[in-house]
């Protein structure tokens, strides 16, 4: 095993503060490099497997290639990495180089309700957070505020969302219902055994 980082802004360090947090998001990309965000220092970092810092990417500010609240990043195929912004509300791609290179930008506040492709807009609720990429190179991002996850392809381009809304019967209320009842049961199961029996969670066992 090994550990690495510690408090700062210099090289494999991370920003610890109240405001803004340090390391968030964490990736692996094809070549086994390892993308940290450092949400307070407002980059993103790339080391090694082996924890040898390589690189970083990112600057505060509203432009292409930089950063207000870094959250979460992943990596694709091709070693292609996206980063979501909770408080630019949007998702950034970089290219691999040395270093990594801005190469879009999507996303943005929603200018309608459940817009397509945009994200929730209220500046004190979820922006764009959770990031994944599957085999196809989709990549999912969890839109909370609005109660659904986003999928686009490697441009940027959206594609659609979960749930589908064609198959959707409940109104947004009542997805917000079914998020606080999941929200009450999370401490009730944890996990599920080999069986399929629901094991408690660590914090429930703690109570009784």
């Known amino acids: 095993m090994a550990k690495w980082g510690g408090h700062g802004s210099g090289p494999g360090q991370f920003a610890h503060m109240a405001k803004h947090g340090g390391m968030m998001g964490i990736a692996i990309g094809p070549k086994h490099n390892v993308f940290i965000t450092d949400q307070g220092n407002f980059r993103v970092q790339v080391f090694s497997q082996d924890g040898t810092f390589l690189s970083e990417f990112g600057t505060k500010g509203r432009g292409n290639g930089m950063f207000l609240k870094p959250t979460h990043v992943a990596a694709d195929s ?14 950034q791609k970089f290219v691999p180089g040395d ?37 196809k190179d989709q990549i999912h991002v969890s839109d909370s505020g609005n109660c ?34 999941f929200k009450s049961q999370i401490t009730m199961r944890c996990a599920y055994d080999r069986d399929g029996k629901g094991r408690p969670h660590p914090r429930r066992s703690q109570q009784q």
Do not use: C, M
């Not at 091709?78 to 998702?91: A, H, L, P, S």
């Not at 309700?113 to 979820?126: I, L, P, S, T």
């Not at 969302?161 to 209320?173: F, G, R, Y």
């Open 78 to 91: 091709k070693g292609n990495v996206y980063v979501t912004d909770w408080e630019r509300r949007d998702i």
């Open 99 to 135: 270093p990594y290179t801005w190469s879009l930008t999507f996303g943005g506040k929603e200018t309608e309700d459940r817009e397509y492709g945009r994200f929730y807009k209220k500046a004190d609720a979820y922006g764009p957070n959770g990031i994944a990429i599957n085999s």
């Open 148 to 181: 659904r996850v986003q999928v686009f392809d490697g441009d940027g381009k959206f594609t659609h969302q979960i749930p589908d809304p064609a198959l959707i019967t409940l109104e947004l209320s009542g997805i917000k219902a079914q998020k606080k009842v």
